[in-house]
């Protein structure tokens, strides 16, 4: 039997004889002694196989990288000089008795130290990726946050329930999976976007406090931080205001960052509303290390000869707004073209500028393009807002409230981090008093800005069938490092509030039944007052580890085409399975591109 795993060895194993098991991370022949660096998951060790005994050394010489041995050794003190104060093991070596090759390996495509590997190589080869200490590092990571959270909710009373895989397609967010059922001809099951509706269910059966780890599936658009498959950390508990829920939720991530980190949060965290995130960040998760606000222009360029801001602020829903960067004048012409470029994604059209020379110099101090279209007023106003100093390059955004806002706000971290302008540490807030609704310009209705479930704001149940546009609801997102990694609220427990808030979203009350009606029908049946939140471990992960994308924290990742490349799923089907479903595909070819 094992007795000890490889990089858990260090001197106070000093002449005990060990029983270890591992790969072979790196063979080394030194003139008639070979030393192997063992690796399990914890981490290498030093094995030293001695010439002495010759079927020993005979093994090992056959042995290469990745194959599997076991190995029984004495430890014993490295020698004098060759001490690495990096491992655990680093004082200390196996002296071989005996070494067995459990398996051997092909050569691998890639080191398992190795870090610049495509990542298509990677994900062709996951079992191998997973190998290397970093993804070990990774998910022993995620096995610890899991534990924190279930350790924290379990002492508060939170009880874990599993909800249903396979449920009813309700299309009122994201695409759903569907899973086309057998025994049911023409009909589909959905894959939970959200235990949602579940885990309401579980608040009128009176469990009182539920949570989950729950695995959720949506068909959208992938990127860095979106999976189509990922976890949540699902909560609902009941008889609890929006303050409780948030105090409580608080102290679990405070909780988790401190036993997990060793990170310290802010005790309380601050709390934003959604207009002033907007207005100040043009973000509603607004990444607070990079300590910049937008500044509003809108009113004084109503009269202003510059037809772009005029324009944008005569709109009913336009806006011009400036981003002041400290010392941004630094920045050359095609740094600037190249921003411009980078705006353009979100909508923007252009990127007005005016860099700030020598304020004192007024006029004469700046340069850009568009002084000539503004009077010296309106400049003066500008630079008195943005607060400008020499120095200074002050961006424009005008256009449509929602492209100047989104255009603002990526520019604000770009730059921010990109010129390194970004605060260390940890920068945890509340955005809260959000929208009940947003309009779908498209389709010429409002739709739900969180979900259909989320409870209006106290006062504004009337305003649902009057003015939907200005009703505010009881929800509540966390944001850290400006990366939303939870979303909440109180959720609607009255029947006839319910029914308001779907005619609101244009749902006539005969498909509100043929949709939400197991919902609505429960909640006649004594409904608690209740709310949640769900936590996106994965994007939590993703911070703690301080790595780029949420595949570097999952096992089995998607890439961004949702396609598997060590299994090659999603794949084709032959004609059986197909017609055991009651399924004729349109195409008589499947592209595989």
């Known amino acids: 039997m094992r007795t000890n795993y490889c990089g858990a060895i260090n001197t106070e194993y000093l002449t005990q004889t060990v029983t270890l098991y591992g790969w072979v991370h790196r063979r080394r022949d030194h003139g008639g002694v070979i030393f192997v660096d063992l690796r399990d998951r914890e981490g290498l060790v030093q094995v030293v196989c001695d010439p002495d005994s010759a079927e020993t050394f005979q093994t090992a010489e056959r042995i290469r990288n990745e194959y599997v041995l076991k190995i029984i050794g004495l430890v014993r003190p490295r020698p004098e000089g060759t001490i690495n104060a990096n491992l655990v093991s680093g004082e200390i070596e196996v002296l071989v008795r005996t070494i067995e090759i459990l398996n051997p390996s092909l ?7 190795d870090d610049n590997l495509s990542e298509s190589i990677r994900l062709e080869h996951r079992y191998l990726d997973l190998r290397r200490p970093a993804m070990q590092s990774n998910l022993r990571l995620r096995h610890k946050v899991a534990m924190a959270v279930r350790i924290f909710l379990d002492q508060h009373g939170f009880i874990d329930i599993e909800t249903p895989i396979l449920t009813k397609s309700t299309p009122e967010g994201a695409r759903d999976y569907l899973v086309p059922s057998r025994v049911n001809d023409g009909h589909f099951f959905a894959l939970p976007q959200s235990p949602q509706l579940f885990k309401q269910l579980l608040m009128v059966s009176g469990f009182d406090r539920y949570y989950q780890i729950s695995r959720c599936f949506r068909d959208e658009d992938l990127r860095a931080d979106r999976q189509p498959e990922f976890t949540q950390i699902d909560i609902e508990t009941s008889f609890i205001s929006e303050n409780e829920i948030m105090s409580l939720m608080e102290e679990m991530i405070r909780d988790l960052f401190k036993s997990v980190n060793n990170a310290d949060l802010p005790n309380p965290f601050p709390r934003l509303s959604y207009a002033d995130a907007m207005l100040l960040y043009g973000s509603d998760k607004p990444d607070l ?33 400036a981003l002041r960067v400290p010392n941004g004048s630094s920045l050359s012409r095609k740094e600037i073209d190249d921003l411009t470029n980078f705006v353009a994604i979100y909508g923007a059209k252009g990127l007005a500028y005016i860099k700030v020379n020598d304020v004192a110099k007024g006029l004469e101090g700046l340069q850009s393009p568009i002084l000539k279209f503004l009077t010296e007023d309106i400049i003066n106003t500008i630079l008195a807002r943005t607060e400008a100093q020499d120095g200074d390059l002050i961006f424009f955004g005008a256009d449509k409230e929602k492209i100047v806002n989104e255009a603002l706000g990526a520019l604000r971290n770009k730059i921010g981090h990109g010129q390194g302008h970004a605060e260390e540490g940890w920068k945890p807030l509340w955005v809260v008093d959000f929208p009940m609704f947003e309009r779908d310009e498209e389709e010429n209705r409002w739709q739900a800005l969180h979900h259909p479930f989320t409870s209006p704001a106290d006062g504004h149940e009337d305003l649902l069938e009057s003015d939907p546009g200005k009703v505010l609801s009881k929800a509540y997102d966390m944001v850290l ?35 939400f ?29 301080g790595v780029e994308s949420i595949r570097d924290v999952i096992a089995f990742p998607k890439t961004q085409r949702a396609q598997c490349l060590l299994t090659k799923a999603p794949n084709t089907v032959d004609e059986k399975q197909l017609k055991e479903l009651h399924i004729r595909l349109r195409k008589t070819e499947i592209s595989k591109g």
Do not use: C
Request: no cysteine; hydrophobic share 40%; glycine share 10%.
């Open 107 to 113: 050569t691998p495509p890639f080191m398992m130290d």
């Open 289 to 321: 290390r990079i300590p910049w606000v937008l500044t509003e222009l809108t009113d004084v360029m109503k009269e202003v000869p510059f037809k772009v801001f005029r324009e944008a602020a005569e709109k009913p829903n336009g806006r011009v707004a």
């Open 481 to 515: 490092n400006g990366s939303e990694i939870g979303g909440g609220s109180i959720r609607i427990h009255r029947q006839e509030i319910q029914s308001k808030v779907l005619r609101a979203l244009n749902i006539s009350d005969e498909e509100a039944q043929e949709k």
């Open 517 to 545: 009606g197991f919902l609505l029908n429960a909640l006649q049946y004594g409904a608690p007052p209740h709310g949640g939140i769900a936590f996106g471990l994965d994007r939590i992960i993703t911070l703690m580890a």
